[in-house]
């Protein structure tokens, strides 16, 4: 069974860099047909979507964030990491990590199941 754990910061200043990373157990991030991303919810909102990789290939963002994030991948380390850039209070929330069977549609609204991360709250405050 595979089980994902967000770690990093709970408080980033405005206009600095929210770097998260998540790391996988019970299944390698190279597992064919399988991708890996990053979703949040910022309060009294829904989840949306950040950016995604697949088992194979390059990384990909939903256009809305898609100048401020950057996604990573360590797989000796069997990682994945978020980095979203000049942010600001609108980017508090709940960051979770998720795997995902097939390339996810980052214009829609993701869907809550077993191979997520139990989420990490980042609260972005001077």
């Known amino acids: 069974q595979v089980q994902l754990q967000e770690s990093g910061p709970g408080l980033v200043a405005p206009s600095q860099t929210l770097s998260l990373t998540c790391t996988v157990s019970?299944?390698?991030?190279?597992?064919?047909?399988?991708?890996w991303g990053w979703i949040r919810q910022p309060p009294g909102k829904g989840l949306e979507w950040i950016g995604a990789f697949p088992w194979n290939g390059s990384p990909y963002s939903s256009p809305s964030l898609k100048s401020r994030t950057s996604i990573s991948r360590d797989t000796s380390k069997n990682q994945f990491t978020l980095r979203l850039s000049s942010v600001t209070p609108e980017d508090t929330g709940v960051y979770y990590c998720?795997?995902?069977?097939?390339?996810?549609?980052?214009?829609?609204?993701?869907?809550?199941?077993?191979?997520w991360g139990q989420g990490t709250q980042v609260t972005v405050s001077s």
């Open positions: 019970g299944a390698s991030i190279t597992t064919k047909m399988y991708y």
């Open positions: 998720a795997r995902h069977y097939g390339p996810p549609a980052l214009s829609t609204t993701p869907v809550r199941s077993p191979d």
